[in-house]
């Protein structure tokens, strides 16, 4: 028998996603002491999907891509998006539905668009698939760390990728603090580092 990572991959997420959902209902009810808080819904499966220019998107969308597979598969941008052609502008930390570009405006098709796709082509027909998507090309691990951003965005980032640093207001960690199951793609910087 033939392995297939994305019958793996997506075994292994839907296999978390219990313990998570477990996780957003504690949380949930520890920031209820403070401030109202709507309980997660168990239908709504959110994926924070981040990483390097395979996840931010190389590959040029087609025809198909570009077209929205309904309201069950929905993304929250990270960055805002002007309006381009038949799709509506989108707000960033507002939930729309999702189509290529995911990431930001000028980038391609990423593996969270096929995976989202796949996902609600594989879950019945109530669960809706979330994505929340934050990627740079050639990032290092430390673009993603609290304790390091800073100082990697003033002062390590390689000028090409200022600009995209600031489409993220130079801490793209802040865009995915939602702490859901992660689809992560990350292979160029930082391999070398001793923690890993």
């Given at each position: 028998?033939?392995?297939n990572y994305l019958t793996a991959m997506l075994a292994g997420l839907l296999?978390?996603?219990?313990?998570?959902m477990a996780a957003q209902k504690k949380a949930a009810k520890k920031k209820a002491t403070t401030e109202k808080v709507a309980d997660p819904d168990p239908n709504f499966y959110i994926f924070l999907c981040f990483g390097q220019s395979n996840m931010e998107g190389n590959a040029r969308p087609e025809a198909v891509d570009l077209k929205s597979p309904g309201p069950r598969?929905?993304?929250?941008?990270?960055?805002?998006?002007p309006e381009v052609g038949e799709r509506p502008a989108r707000k960033m930390g507002e939930w729309c539905e999702a189509s290529a570009p995911l990431c930001r405006a000028n980038t391609g098709l990423t593996p969270a668009d096929w995976f989202g796709r796949t996902m609600v082509a594989s879950t019945p027909d109530h669960i809706r698939i979330g994505v929340i998507h934050v990627a740079i090309g050639g990032i290092d691990i430390k673009g993603f760390l609290p304790d390091s951003i800073k100082d990697?965005?003033?002062?390590?980032?390689?000028?090409?990728?200022?600009g995209m640093l600031a489409a993220y207001d130079n801490n793209p960690y802040e865009r995915d603090q939602y702490r859901r199951p992660q689809v992560g793609w990350y292979g160029e910087a930082g391999v070398r580092e001793p923690l890993w």
């Open positions: 028998m033939k392995f296999l978390a996603l219990p313990c998570t598969f929905l993304l929250m941008p990270a960055v805002d998006f990697y965005a003033e002062k390590k980032a390689p000028g090409w990728m200022k």
